[in-house]
Structures are given as structure tokens and as C-alpha cells.
């Protein structure tokens, strides 16, 4: 059978490793909230709750995340869970009354 060789990708951006889906985890849920901020005031006929706005913005750490995924960089991955699970754990302390009654 044939088997693909598989070269050691270049670059810092390349490279399979936690440090860098860990930064990808911390930053994109920030762009992500200041880009649906500027849409929802772009667009004043778009209306979401403060609590609707952060979960998608967490919900963003999918894009970095299906990235890796699909290059088989399972460190960068592992990157990317930590501070999701962080900023769910705050999101949840935050929004617990309003979420639980």
C-alpha cells in the first residue's frame, strides 16, 4: 500500500504544539466578541443579550479548534480546550442565576 509521507510542517503557526492553541484559545473569543459587537451596533435591527453575545464569542474557539482537527494537530487542540473550558466555567458562575432560577 501506499503511505503518505508526512513532513513536519514550518513556522510557528505550523507547529502542533499546547502553547499555541492555548493563544488561539485566549484571543479568538475576543476578536469574536468585538466583531459581533460591531455588527449588532452596524445593524441596530439585531438585538442579543449581553449573555447571548459572550457564549458566541466562546462558541468561536470552534473555528481554531475544526483547524486543527483537520491537520491532525492534537496538541494545539488540547491548546484551544483549556481556556474554553476556563471562560465556560466563568460564563456559568456569571449567568448561574439566570441560567439555574
Not at 509521507?5 to 510557528?12: I, L, S, V, Y
Not at 441596530?44 to 475544526?66: D, H, Q, V
Amino acid at each position: 500500500m501506499y503511505q503518505e509521507q508526512r513532513t513536519k510542517p514550518q513556522g510557528f503557526f505550523q507547529r502542533d504544539s499546547v502553547l499555541l492553541g492555548f493563544l488561539a484559545g485566549v484571543f479568538v473569543p475576543f476578536v469574536g466578541l468585538a466583531v459581533l459587537m460591531m455588527l449588532v451596533e452596524q445593524f441596530s435591527t439585531i438585538t442579543f443579550r449581553e449573555k447571548t453575545m459572550y457564549l458566541l464569542a466562546l462558541c468561536m474557539n470552534l473555528i481554531p479548534f475544526t483547524i486543527f482537527q483537520k491537520r491532525r494537530m492534537d496538541a494545539s487542540m488540547r491548546g484551544v480546550f483549556l481556556p474554553t473550558i476556563f471562560y465556560i466555567m466563568i460564563w456559568v458562575y456569571l449567568y448561574s442565576d439566570q441560567l439555574f432560577g
